[in-house]
């Protein structure tokens, strides 16, 4: 990246934190921080597990736990233990909480027609695309994929998710008995899997096995729903070929089910050719490799 990128990214930084009133500590004239009526809003009518909140804003847990504590002293919200593991705590808004949120919630929206009434109609639907564009690039800047042992909690959701749709998108049904990939297929030094995580949450897989020959083979992959659009599926597939060079690796191969449109139309795009059977996967409709041998 240039600096001119750079540059171009704090002064954009700068223009939206002025314009959105993130310097100012009387928040959207609240009496809070940004920060505390972020949380607030966080919460919800629903309430929340302060887990999953510190997940989802990725927050120190000592700077949240302060921001909880304000808010409990000015009586918006109460946290308690769950009953059956206390050490879980869920956060809940009070009856004020909730009429709080309300008001922010007005006044967010204010704010927001505040920045649309000066411009013009075309102009307010370039900015709001321009917006759109923005928040769909910086959600997959904040993706973080890493190596995970395929019996954590965070790979079964994964891959028994993978299963399930494949169930609903197969005309005749998904057994992963019927093509089964172990766990120790999946752990070095006979594979890896990778999973992709939001916000803490997890939200795409894709496994390594390596073979002889300098062959390594992709399986499970997969991607949330609500990750879908951002570029994940690519951006998994180029970390697998990429850790299949760093493993000696020449060639990278695949299969796949003819229901699966947009995975032919990535391996397609990423420059993988089709190419005859090479397994007896009873799923498969299509064979692709691709050589990731680097060159001399």
Known sequence: MSSDMIAQVRRFNRTVTQRAGVLYENYLASGRSLGQDRVLWEIGANGCDVRDLRSRLDLDSGYLSRLL???????????????????????????????????????????AAAILTPLTATQQTR????MAEVERLLTASTVRIAECDPRRPEARFCLDTYY?????????????????????EMTPPAGLLLVASLHGQPVGCGALIWYPDAVALVKRMWVAPSARGIGLGRRMLSELESRARDHG???????????????????RTCGYREVAPFSDEPYANHWFEKSVAESV
């Open 69 to 111: 504590r304000a808010l409990q002293r000015d009586g918006l919200i109460t946290v308690e233990p769950q009953a059956d593991d206390r050490r879980v705590r869920t956060v809940w808004l009070t009856q004020a909480g909730r009429s709080e949120l309300q008001t922010l919630n007005a006044r967010s929206d204010d704010a």
């Open 127 to 130: 900015l709001v695309e321009a």
């Open 164 to 184: 399930a749709e494949l169930a609903q998108r197969f005309p005749a049904g998904y057994d992963p008995a019927v093509s089964p990939v172990a766990d120790e």
């Open 249 to 267: 690796d020449r060639l990278v191969r695949l299969d796949t089910n003819a229901a699966l449109t947009e995975a032919l139309n990535l391996y």
